[in-house]
């Protein structure tokens, strides 16, 4: 059974700091490109970012390059995603998700579709 459980979350002020963690059991993170995505009240749930199988390459959305960084330690089966510089633009629920790994092209997407194990989710709220 594949589970996926998300933790860190919390509230903080605009510019501080939250680190994320995902545990995942019943399959091999490093087998499986890991990501995050989010979803704000009312909105669609986006794509932050993800590491790929390998931990080689890492991907951001626009709007959180420079100040997140994700990461993963296979011996703890775990991801992690550290968020710096918070906005209150980054209020949301934060999801793990996890996609076999597939060969990463010019043509790779990084969709909600795209990943195939889903986490319950952390809720982080960024509020002066």
Not at 12 to 23: D, E, H
Not at 34 to 43: L, V
Request: aromatic share 10%.
């Amino acid at each position: 059974q594949v589970q996926l459980v998300e933790s860190g979350g919390g509230s903080v002020q605009p510019g501080g700091s939250l680190r994320l963690s995902c545990a995942v059991s019943g399959l091999p993170i490093s087998a499986y490109h890991m990501g995050w995505f989010r979803q704000a009240p009312g909105k669609e749930r986006e794509f932050v970012a993800v590491i790929s199988g390998s931990g080689r390459y890492t991907y951001f959305v626009d709007s959180v390059e420079g100040r997140f960084t994700i990461s993963r330690d296979d011996t703890k089966n775990t991801v992690y995603l550290q968020m710096n510089s918070l906005k209150p633009e980054d209020t949301a629920v934060y999801y793990c998700a996890a996609r076999l790994a597939v060969v990463i092209t010019g043509s790779t997407t990084w969709t909600k579709a795209d990943f195939s194990s889903w986490g319950q989710g952390t809720q982080v709220t960024v509020s002066s």
